[in-house]
Structure formats: C-alpha cells, structure tokens
C-alpha cells in the first residue's frame, strides 16, 4: 500500500468512526475532510464499501452545509470546465435521475431560449438513481442533438449565432465522479452527490454564469442558494418544480427562490394565471399507450419505457417549438418566462410569457435542435 493509500485508508476509517455512530453520538466533519474524502473515493484509494458507508452515514446524520460544500469542491476540482467566448451563461441543471410520473418538457428550453438571446448550457447522465428516469439526454438524443460532446465543443456552440446552446454529459465533463455511478446505483438511497452534481459549472461566461434548477422538498432551496454562491454563480433561480425539475405545476400555486449578483435568496409565490396558463394536469401527463416497464431488482424506479418515452417527449417539444398549443408549450411557457424576468429582460411575468409565446409560435427556436 502507498503511502497516499495508507493515509486515505486512515483518514476515512477515522471519518466514518465519527460520521457513523448513531442520531445522536454522529459528528460532522469539516469541509476539507469532506473534500480529502470525497477525492480519495475519486482516486480509487478508498474500498467501495467504505465509499458507500461515508456518503450513507452522511445521509444518515444529514448533511451539514461544510460536508455538502467539501463534496462539491472535489467534484469542481475534478470537473474539466471551460470558458465560452460569451459574456453569460445561463446553466440549466435539472435533476439528474430525470421523470417517470410525467413527458419532460424541460429539455427544450435550451433551444427556447437560445432564440431569446441566451447563451444556455444543460448537462446530465445517461442513467443514475434514484428514480432512474427519463434524462435531457435520452430526449435530445431522440430529437437528433449530438449528447456526447466535449466540454471545449459545447462551449464552442453558444457563440454560434443558428445554435446558442449545448448539452454536455457528465462522463465528459467530470469521468471521476461518473465513474461512481455503479457504486451509487448498489447505494439505492440519494446521497450528497445527488444533491451537489448538479452544480458543476462546466461551461461559464466571461464576466457572469447564472445558475436554474428545481427542488421538491422545503429544505433544499437554502442548501442550492449556499452552494451556487460557494461555487461563484452570480445569480440563482431554484423553482420548485413537478419530480423536483424546474418548472412548476401547471394547475397549482407555486414558489420559487432566487437572488442576484451572489446575495440573499427571496422567495416569491406564483400562480399560472399570471402567465395566462389554464391547465387541468400538473403537468404533460405520459401517453397512456406508453409501454411499461421495470428495473430489475426494483419494479418502483421505472414505470415507463425509456426509449419510447423519451421518443414521446421529444416529439411533444419538437411540436411545441413549432407553435403547437397544450401542456408541453405552456411548460415552456411557464418556465421561460420565469428565467426571462429572473435574467432582467422583461420586468414583468406577462411580458416575458408574451414574448416565449412568440418564439414559440414563429417556429425559429425548432431551427436551433441540432
């Protein structure tokens, strides 16, 4: 054993004999312990076992917002970033485990917006847990978007006046903590990584990179506002949203949280009569003709075929970039109005679903899928 392996194996026996000793004896760790852990486990110097116990006793005992930040200082650290030749970047992070209650329609913002006049970047995986769900990249795959691009070839197609927009996978811009993917599927229960992945900046602007992504549950928008500032994002737009992806239910009241130029978050209420949205689902519900299907060794994670559900909602974008009406334009709608006002280009909710509405119905953003 090297001496680099001796002292990962001694700092995380030490680790785990603190982090797991029950709800009440368990003790945090500090941020740098959580970052020397975490890029241990990346290097392959820590026993797979040992791994998976460090982030289930920090799940366990919940993690504190050192842990949660040492975590993703070791993804940044290993995450190959780039810079676009842009002034802003709008990052798009929706959960990476995707949907399997409903046709997501988020992954055609990007191009929405791109026609907007913003310089998007969306990333995600293949496949990881805990739902193991339909992902933006499943669904850009089936509308033809290129999904394997190197972080240097997505920043490449913001400045690209007919395109504006890129998705880069996780096995491109951070292989170490993709690598772990296996590991976590054995883990079953979402741990810190599911949290934290999600704000790797792989591609930032030259002066400001902004950062959207959604939350189900009360605790998490505080914990994104936290480590979005940590990581340098100058602003933060976290929308509670259906699967806890970025745009809210078409039927219900909603909230989401925000702030500017790296302050405190606020939170406001909106509601889809705002925008002029009347909905009676919550959300693009899935064909009913949809075959179904299971993961092997857990009939609860997947309920939809993948592939023909991401065909689905591929097709469902596809047509609502062209203009055509129902849950999956006013999804869009909803969502690129909020991000609108957020980035300061229309003062009001109305005037920002406007003009997506006229984007939508011109038909230009479609042109941009490629």
Request: proline letters at 6%.
């Amino acid at each position: 054993m090297s001496t680099k392996d001796t002292e990962a194996h001694l700092l995380m026996r030490s680790i785990i004999q603190r982090i797991a000793t029950g709800p009440e004896l368990s003790k945090d760790i500090s941020q740098e312990e959580a970052l020397l852990a975490t890029q241990a486990i990346f290097a392959g110097q820590v026993d797979p076992v040992q791994a998976a116990i460090f982030f289930i006793a920090l799940r366990m005992k919940r993690e504190s917002f050192e842990e949660y930040r040492g975590v993703l200082d070791a993804i940044r650290d290993a995450t190959q970033g780039v810079s676009a030749d842009v002034d802003e970047v709008l990052d798009i992070a929706d959960p990476y485990d995707g949907y399997n209650r409903t046709l997501p329609a988020a992954p055609f913002l990007p191009p929405l917006l791109a026609e907007c006049g913003i310089h998007v970047v969306c990333h995600g995986v293949d496949t990881v847990g805990p739902k193991y769900g339909v992902t933006y990249r499943h669904v850009l795959e089936a509308a033809g978007v290129d999904v394997d691009l190197t972080t240097g070839q997505a920043a490449a197609r913001l400045p690209d006046q007919s395109i504006g927009w890129a998705y880069i996978d996780q096995a491109q811009f951070c292989p170490k903590l993709h690598d772990l993917i296996p590991l976590r599927t054995q883990m079953i229960k979402r741990s810190a990584l599911t949290t934290v992945e999600v704000l790797p900046k792989p591609v930032t602007g030259r002066h400001k990179t902004h950062f959207v992504t959604g939350y189900v549950h009360k605790p998490y928008p505080p914990i994104y506002a936290m480590l979005a500032r940590h990581v340098g994002f100058d602003s933060a737009l976290i929308i509670r949203g259906v699967e806890g992806g970025i745009i809210p239910s078409l039927r219900q009241d909603g909230k989401y949280f925000a702030y500017h130029d790296r302050g405190e978050e606020f939170g406001v209420d909106i509601h889809p009569e705002q925008l002029g949205i009347s909905q009676t689902a919550r959300s693009v519900p899935l064909p009913e003709d949809l075959p179904k299907t299971s993961r092997p060794g857990d009939e609860i994670a997947i309920a939809v075929d993948i592939k023909d559900t991401a065909i689905a909602a591929a097709d469902a974008g596809m047509a609502a970039l062209n203009g055509k009406k129902g849950a999956t334009y006013d999804s869009l709608v909803y969502t690129g109005a909020l991000i609108l006002k957020h980035l300061g280009r229309h003062a009001d909710l109305k005037s920002a679903a406007d003009r997506i509405r006229d984007v939508l119905d011109s038909g230009n953003a479609a042109k941009r899928v490629k």
